[in-house]
């Protein structure tokens, strides 16, 4: 029996400053799944996840999370790394992970049992006492992953986040991605890194002008495009001729 849709976007438009965004757009994502959310800088991608988590509101249909419009509340079940990254770079790592431990509801032991296991697993446990502007870029960024996967979210939506990581740290933050997934939360997971499309995702959509081009599983997908690769899908889509402008 097919689980019950953790997100739901049902005929969502979304128009800002009288330019339409997003277009009728409906997908679902499913318990224990990756579904990449794909498309060029301007496609709508990241003011869909902002409407999702009612940042932005909808001009029109509806965007659920477990079965209602996403409130504060929903906090310990939804985790969510921005592309655009902000810590309180003052702040001590241990500290950081701890405070938004304890804002998705655990007590502070567990938010302290939780870091410190993460931070260790990530090679960052000698850092814990630092101060977060001490790291590095691509430290800080694992600070950040583990502050939206603290609590093992249900729903976890990663915005580039291997964006500027070594091979070695981006296999180890994939791995991680794997396991979240086994134990059956859902990833919406944002890259223009093909590669990893292929290595991931069970399901995709890839917009285009705030439309979905192509939505389904990774096979079914080429198979409807008739390509070796979502690369070659993902090129075929946006090399084809368009009179509308691309969306800034």
Request: aromatic share 6%.
């Given at each position: 029996?097919?689980?019950?849709?953790?997100?739901?976007?049902?005929?969502?438009?979304?128009?800002?400053?009288?330019?339409?965004?997003?277009?009728?757009?409906?997908?679902?994502?499913?318990?224990?799944?990756?579904?990449?959310?794909?498309?060029?800088?301007?496609?709508?991608?990241?003011?869909?996840?902002?409407?999702?988590?009612?940042?932005?509101?909808?001009?029109?249909?509806?965007?659920?999370?477990?079965?209602?419009?996403?409130?504060?509340?929903?906090?310990?079940?939804?985790?969510?790394?921005?592309?655009?990254?902000?810590?309180?770079?003052?702040?001590?790592?241990?500290?950081?992970?701890?405070?938004?431990?304890?804002?998705?509801?655990?007590?502070?032991?567990?938010?302290?049992?939780?870091?410190?296991?993460?931070?260790?697993?990530?090679?960052?446990?000698?850092?814990?006492?630092?101060?977060?502007?001490?790291?590095?870029?691509?430290?800080?960024?694992?600070?950040?992953?583990?502050?939206?996967?603290?609590?093992?979210?249900?729903?976890?939506?990663?915005?580039?986040?291997?964006?500027?990581?070594?091979?070695?740290?981006?296999?180890?933050?994939l791995d991680i991605v794997d396991?979240?997934?086994?134990?059956?939360?859902?990833?919406?997971?944002?890259?223009?890194?093909?590669?990893?499309?292929?290595?991931?995702?069970?399901?995709?959509?890839?917009?285009?002008?705030?439309?979905?081009?192509?939505?389904?599983?990774?096979?079914?997908?080429?198979?409807?495009?008739?390509?070796?690769?979502?690369?070659?899908?993902?090129?075929?889509?946006?090399?084809?001729?368009?009179?509308?402008?691309?969306?800034?």
């Amino acid at each position: 029996m097919k689980k019950q849709a953790i997100v739901s976007v049902k005929d969502f438009s979304l128009v800002i400053n009288q330019k339409p965004i997003v277009k009728s757009l409906s997908f679902d994502v499913h318990p224990g799944e990756v579904f990449a959310l794909l498309g060029a800088n301007g496609s709508g991608k990241t003011s869909t996840i902002r409407s999702l988590l009612g940042i932005y509101q909808a001009s029109g249909g509806t965007l659920h999370i477990n079965g209602e419009r996403y409130t504060p509340h929903q906090a310990r079940v939804v985790g969510y790394l921005p592309e655009e990254r902000g810590l309180y770079t003052r702040s001590k790592v241990l500290d950081t992970m701890v405070y938004f431990g304890e804002l998705k509801g655990l007590d502070r032991d567990a938010a302290r049992d939780f870091s410190l296991a993460y931070l260790d697993r990530v090679g960052l446990a000698d850092k814990a006492n630092s101060k977060i502007k001490k790291l590095s870029g691509g430290q800080q960024q694992k600070v950040q992953l583990g502050v939206a996967i603290i609590g093992e979210p249900k729903l976890l939506i990663l915005d580039e986040p291997t964006k500027g990581l070594d091979p070695v740290n981006r296999k180890l933050l994939l791995d991680i991605v794997d396991e979240l997934q086994e134990k059956g939360a859902a990833v919406i997971y944002i890259t223009h890194l093909m590669e990893e499309v292929e290595r991931l995702a069970d399901r995709l959509l890839i917009l285009k002008d705030g439309k979905a081009r192509a939505y389904g599983s990774v096979a079914a997908v080429k198979k409807q495009f008739k390509s070796q690769s979502i690369e070659d899908v993902f090129v075929s889509i946006y090399n084809e001729s368009s009179k509308e402008p691309q969306h800034v």
